[in-house]
């Protein structure tokens, strides 16, 4: 079956220093997705990504946050200067169009960044 | 704007018994809700979702949920729990098909033998 996958899967990182989270989309899919989770606190939404543009961003996505598809099947997430409060697990979620009423994210199974 | 709340943060119950996890929306508009369950060290699995049509709607691994518009629910359910249906599960909103997903503080689920 086909998957999301994301690398690293533990990123350890200093504040101040510019990391990339990268993702491999399932294939097919055309709509991209990063969420974060804060560990204790819930899922959050930060960048939805379609076409080569942002679609939507939430708060948290500020001038530090970056989104890209370098290639055909890379999609990767820049943050340019780590704090501390960057540190949690970072999902990638990808989606096919939604003809036949597809509508499902699959998510990948996250990289956990830590800023020390 | 919308928002998901999950009541409690930890359920526990014994092998066999029912599963009932809570979930309650808030929303301006028709919501879509999910539910997915994260195993350790994986991402987040669908477990089922609803969209329109039928308020009940079955999942993967026995579980089953129904929109309640009325109390603005989105409960989980499963007649018996397994042991591995030990994970943590999230209720999700959405406001159109495909679009962000909001979701609650989660409920790790813990199976006694």
């Known amino acids: 079956e086909p998957e999301v996958t994301q690398t690293p899967s533990h990123q350890v990182t200093q504040m101040g220093q510019e990391v990339i989270l990268r993702c491999v989309p399932i294939?097919?899919?055309?709509?991209f997705y990063w969420y974060r989770q804060i560990l204790g606190q819930k899922v959050e939404f930060l960048v939805s990504?379609?076409?080569?543009?942002?679609?939507?961003k939430s708060e948290i996505f500020d001038d530090q946050f970056s989104v890209e598809r370098p290639d055909g099947s890379n999609f990767t997430l820049k943050i340019r200067s780590t704090k501390l409060e960057d540190s949690a697990m970072y999902f990638c979620?990808?989606?096919?169009?939604?003809?036949?009423?597809?509508?499902?994210?699959?998510f990948g199974p996250g990289t956990r960044l830590t800023v020390t | 704007a919308q928002s998901v709340t999950q009541l409690g943060s930890h359920v526990s119950v014994s092998e066999g018994a029912l599963v009932l996890l809570r979930c309650n929306y808030s929303?301006?508009?028709?919501?879509?809700l999910f539910w997915y369950v994260q195993y350790p060290n994986q991402g987040l699995q669908l477990l089922l979702k609803?969209?329109?049509?039928?308020?009940l709607v079955k999942g993967i691994n026995g579980f089953e949920a129904e929109f309640k518009k009325s109390e603005t629910s989105f409960h989980l359910t499963k007649p018996s729990a397994h042991m591995s249906d030990a994970a943590e599960y999230f209720c999700?909103?959405?406001?159109?098909?495909?679009?962000?997903?909001?979701f609650g503080q989660g409920t790790e689920l813990s199976v006694k033998p």
């Open positions: 929303s301006s508009v028709p919501p879509y």
């Open positions: 979620a990808s989606r096919a169009p939604l003809a036949g009423g597809e509508n499902e994210q699959y």
């Open positions: 609803y969209t329109t049509g039928a308020t």
């Open positions: 294939s097919n899919h055309l709509y």
């Open positions: 990504f379609y076409n080569n543009e942002i679609s939507e």
């Open positions: 999700a909103v959405s406001n159109n098909q495909g679009g962000k997903l909001i």
